[in-house]
C-alpha cells in the first residue's frame, strides 16, 4: 500500500510543473509523503524524502547537461549539474526533518516558503530560482493572479499550507475547510484581477526579429554566414512596414558593437534599409570592463542609452563572488566568461518612456523585475539566447516564467529570443504573439505602456517577514503567559 500510495506523491509532484503543469496536483503533492514518514525515524524520512523529490529535480533541473561548453570542459559540466541537482534535493529533505511533525499548516507552508526564498534570492550569485512550487500555477492563471499583490512566492505558501492542512485533516486534527476558504479567495481574487483593466499611457509598435541561427564559440564563419543570410531575410520582410523600434535578442548579431567590423556593417545595412531604431543584446567595453548588455542604437547608429546585465550567470559568464575573489582564483580558466556586473536595474529611454530590460537569466527573478518597475519602467522587455541548451525542456521553461513575471508587475513582457521563443505577454500572463522555438520569423505588435504599480512592487516578499515576527510574537506572549500563569 506505501509503495502504491509513494508512486502517487511521486507521479502528483512531477504533475505540477513542466510540461504539465496540472494544478490540481499541487494542493496535495505532499501529502503522501507526509503520511508515508509519519512513524519513521529521521534516517529513514530523510531516505524517503530523497527518493521522493529527486525525480522531480532530476527532470525539471537536467536540462543543464544540454549546455553546449565543448569536450573539454564536458566532465566538469556532468558533475557540476550532477551536483546541484543532489543539492537541490538534499536541502529538501534537511527541510522536510526539521518541519514534518509540525502541528500548525502556517509554519509548514511559510517554512518551506523561506527555503525556496533563500533557494532562489539569498544565495546571491548561486541563487537559482527554478522548478519552484510557485510555476505550478501557470497551467492555472486564475491562481497566478495572486502574485500581484504579494508575489509568486505567495503562491508557493497558500499552497504547501493547504497540503499540510489536507494531511492534518487526515490525520482528524484540524478542520481542513478554512484552507479551502482561503484557497477559494485566492482563486476569487484570481477572477477579479484578470478582469482588472490597467490604464494604458501610450504604446509602443515593436517589431521582434528571431534569427534562429544557433551560438558557437568565438568568431565561427559559419555563424557569420548564417547570421547575414537571416538578416536578408528578414530586413526583406520588415522593409516598408510601420514600427517603432526593432528588438533583437542578446547576441543576435556576434561581436562588440561598433568596435568590430562585421558586426558594425551589419548593425549599419539594417539601420540603412529599415530607417528604424534598433534595441539589441551585444558586448559592451568601458575601462577595459566586458559587461552583457541591452543597447539601444538609433537610426544613424549611435548608441543613445543602454543598460548593463546586473546578474550575470554564474560560471558561464564569470565565476560566483568573483568581486571577492583572490587574483590567483579569478584567473583560472574554468571555461567561464569575463563579464563585469552592471550597477543598477536601470530602465533604457525611449521616446519619454521607460523600458525595462531583462537580459536572459534575470527574467527568473521575480526581484529583478520589481527593482525596474520601482524605478518606473513602464513595460519590460527579455532578450534572450537560449541556443545554448539545444531542443532541452530549458528554454521553453524559461520562456513561460515571463508569464508570471507579466502578473507580478502588471506589465506587458516583449521577448526576444536568438532561437526562440520570441513572445508578446500581456499584463495577465497570457501569449498575444509567439514564434515556435527553433524557427526564423518576425512579428509586429503595438504593445501598451502604463506607470500602475501593483501593491507587489511595493509590497515585495516583506509579508514573509511580517508573518515571521507575527508567529514568533504570539510564541513568546504564549510562553510569557505561561511562566507567569
Same mark, same amino acid.
Given at each position: 500500500?506505501?509503495?502504491?500510495?509513494f508512486?502517487?506523491?511521486?507521479?502528483?509532484l512531477?504533475?505540477?510543473?513542466?510540461? &504539465?503543469? &496540472?494544478?490540481?496536483?499541487?494542493?496535495?503533492?505532499?501529502?503522501?509523503?507526509?503520511?508515508?514518514?509519519?512513524? $519513521?525515524?529521521?534516517?529513514?524520512?530523510?531516505?524517503?524524502?530523497?527518493?521522493?523529490?529527486?525525480?522531480?529535480?532530476?527532470?525539471?533541473?537536467?536540462?543543464?547537461?544540454?549546455?553546449?561548453?565543448?569536450?573539454?570542459?564536458?566532465?566538469?559540466?556532468?558533475?557540476?549539474?550532477?551536483?546541484?541537482?543532489?543539492?537541490?534535493?538534499?536541502?529538501?529533505?534537511? %527541510?522536510?526533518? $526539521?518541519?514534518?511533525?509540525?502541528?500548525?499548516?502556517?509554519?509548514?507552508?511559510?517554512s518551506?516558503?523561506?527555503?525556496?526564498?533563500?533557494?532562489?534570492?539569498?544565495?546571491?550569485?548561486?541563487?537559482?530560482? %527554478?522548478?519552484?512550487?510557485?510555476?505550478?500555477?501557470?497551467?492555472?492563471? *486564475?491562481?497566478?493572479?495572486?502574485?500581484?499583490?504579494f508575489?509568486?512566492?505567495?503562491?508557493?505558501?497558500?499552497? !504547501?499550507?493547504?497540503?499540510?492542512?489536507?494531511?492534518?485533516?487526515f490525520?482528524r486534527?484540524?478542520?481542513?475547510?478554512?484552507y479551502?476558504? +482561503?484557497?477559494?479567495?485566492?482563486?476569487?481574487?484570481? @477572477?477579479?484581477?484578470?478582469?482588472?483593466?490597467?490604464?494604458?499611457?501610450?504604446?509602443?509598435?515593436?517589431?521582434?526579429?528571431?534569427?534562429?541561427?544557433?551560438?558557437?564559440?568565438?568568431?565561427?564563419?559559419?555563424? %557569420?554566414?548564417? *547570421?547575414?543570410?537571416?538578416?536578408?531575410?528578414?530586413?526583406?520582410?520588415?522593409?516598408?512596414?510601420?514600427?517603432d523600434?526593432?528588438?533583437?535578442?542578446?547576441s543576435?548579431?556576434?561581436?562588440?558593437?561598433?568596435?568590430?567590423?562585421?558586426? &558594425?556593417?551589419?548593425?549599419?545595412?539594417?539601420?540603412?534599409?529599415?530607417?528604424?531604431?534598433?534595441?539589441?543584446g551585444?558586448?559592451?567595453?568601458?575601462?577595459?570592463?566586458?559587461?552583457?548588455?541591452?543597447?539601444? !542604437?538609433?537610426?544613424?547608429?549611435?548608441i543613445?542609452?543602454?543598460?548593463?546585465?546586473?546578474?550575470?550567470?554564474?560560471?558561464?559568464?564569470?565565476?560566483?563572488?568573483?568581486?571577492?575573489?583572490?587574483?590567483?582564483?579569478?584567473?583560472?580558466?574554468?571555461?567561464?566568461?569575463?563579464?563585469?556586473?552592471?550597477?543598477?536595474?536601470?530602465?533604457?529611454?525611449?521616446?519619454?518612456?521607460?523600458?525595462?530590460?531583462?537580459?536572459?537569466?534575470?527574467? !527568473?527573478?521575480p526581484e529583478?523585475?520589481?527593482?525596474?518597475?520601482?524605478?518606473?519602467?513602464?513595460?519590460? &522587455?527579455?532578450? *534572450?539566447?537560449?541556443?545554448?541548451?539545444?531542443?532541452?525542456?530549458?528554454?521553453?521553461?524559461?520562456?513561460?516564467?515571463?508569464?508570471?513575471?507579466?502578473?507580478?508587475?502588471?506589465?506587458? !513582457?516583449?521577448?526576444?529570443?536568438?532561437?526562440?521563443?520570441?513572445?508578446?505577454?500581456?499584463?495577465?500572463?497570457?501569449? @498575444?504573439?509567439?514564434?515556435?522555438?527553433?524557427?526564423?520569423?518576425?512579428?509586429?505588435?503595438?504593445?501598451?505602456?502604463?506607470?500602475?504599480?501593483?501593491?507587489? *512592487?511595493?509590497?515585495?516578499?516583506s %509579508?514573509?517577514?511580517l508573518?515571521?515576527?507575527?508567529?514568533?510574537? +504570539?510564541? @513568546?506572549?504564549?510562553?510569557?503567559? @505561561?511562566?507567569?500563569?
Amino acid at each position: 500500500m506505501k509503495v502504491l500510495l509513494f508512486l502517487f506523491g511521486v507521479i502528483s509532484l512531477i504533475l505540477t510543473q513542466y510540461p &504539465f503543469y &496540472f494544478f490540481p496536483a499541487s494542493l496535495f503533492a505532499l501529502v503522501p509523503l507526509l503520511i508515508i514518514v509519519e512513524n $519513521l525515524n529521521n534516517k529513514k524520512a530523510f531516505f524517503i524524502s530523497f527518493f521522493y523529490t529527486f525525480p522531480f529535480f532530476f527532470i525539471h533541473l537536467n536540462w543543464l547537461y544540454n549546455l553546449d561548453v565543448g569536450e573539454n570542459l564536458g566532465i566538469l559540466l556532468v558533475i557540476g549539474v550532477s551536483f546541484m541537482i543532489i543539492l537541490r534535493t538534499i536541502l529538501f529533505c534537511v %527541510w522536510f526533518l $526539521l518541519f514534518r511533525n509540525s502541528k500548525n499548516p502556517i509554519i509548514f507552508g511559510l517554512s518551506f516558503t523561506i527555503y525556496e526564498w533563500i533557494i532562489s534570492y539569498w544565495l546571491f550569485d548561486l541563487s537559482l530560482p %527554478w522548478a519552484n512550487y510557485f510555476y505550478t500555477s501557470i497551467g492555472f492563471l *486564475t491562481y497566478a493572479q495572486i502574485s500581484s499583490i504579494f508575489g509568486a512566492h505567495f503562491i508557493t505558501f497558500s499552497l !504547501i499550507t493547504f497540503n499540510h492542512a489536507l494531511y492534518l485533516s487526515f490525520k482528524r486534527k484540524i478542520n481542513v475547510l478554512p484552507y479551502s476558504l +482561503f484557497v477559494l479567495v485566492i482563486i476569487l481574487f484570481g @477572477i477579479f484581477w484578470k478582469n482588472f483593466k490597467i490604464k494604458k499611457e501610450g504604446y509602443l509598435t515593436v517589431a521582434v526579429a528571431q534569427v534562429n541561427v544557433l551560438p558557437r564559440y568565438a568568431y565561427d564563419p559559419n555563424e %557569420w554566414k548564417e *547570421t547575414i543570410n537571416a538578416f536578408s531575410e528578414l530586413i526583406d520582410s520588415l522593409k516598408g512596414k510601420n514600427f517603432d523600434i526593432l528588438v533583437l535578442s542578446e547576441s543576435a548579431i556576434p561581436g562588440i558593437y561598433p568596435q568590430n567590423q562585421w558586426n &558594425f556593417e551589419l548593425v549599419m545595412r539594417i539601420l540603412n534599409e529599415l530607417k528604424k531604431p534598433i534595441l539589441m543584446g551585444n558586448v559592451r567595453v568601458e575601462d577595459k570592463n566586458f559587461y552583457n548588455s541591452a543597447l539601444l !542604437i538609433d537610426t544613424v547608429g549611435k548608441i543613445v542609452d543602454y543598460y548593463d546585465k546586473v546578474h550575470i550567470v554564474p560560471f558561464g559568464e564569470n565565476l560566483p563572488f568573483y568581486e571577492y575573489l583572490p587574483d590567483f582564483i579569478r584567473n583560472l580558466d574554468l571555461g567561464q566568461g569575463n563579464y563585469s556586473k552592471g550597477k543598477a536595474f536601470k530602465p533604457i529611454n525611449f521616446k519619454n518612456y521607460k523600458i525595462g530590460v531583462m537580459i536572459c537569466y534575470e527574467s !527568473i527573478f521575480p526581484e529583478i523585475s520589481r527593482s525596474f518597475i520601482k524605478n518606473n519602467a513602464q513595460l519590460l &522587455f527579455v532578450i *534572450t539566447n537560449d541556443g545554448w541548451f539545444g531542443p532541452s525542456a530549458g528554454p521553453i521553461e524559461h520562456y513561460l516564467f515571463s508569464r508570471l513575471r507579466a502578473i507580478e508587475t502588471g506589465k506587458y !513582457i516583449v521577448r526576444s529570443a536568438k532561437t526562440g521563443i520570441s513572445a508578446i505577454i500581456d499584463d495577465k500572463g497570457n501569449v @498575444i504573439k509567439e514564434i515556435g522555438l527553433f524557427k526564423r520569423g518576425y512579428f509586429i505588435q503595438k504593445v501598451p505602456l502604463n506607470s500602475f504599480k501593483t501593491p507587489y *512592487t511595493y509590497i515585495g516578499e516583506s %509579508w514573509i517577514i511580517l508573518l515571521v515576527i507575527i508567529i514568533l510574537g +504570539f510564541k @513568546i506572549l504564549r510562553r510569557w503567559k @505561561i511562566i507567569n500563569s
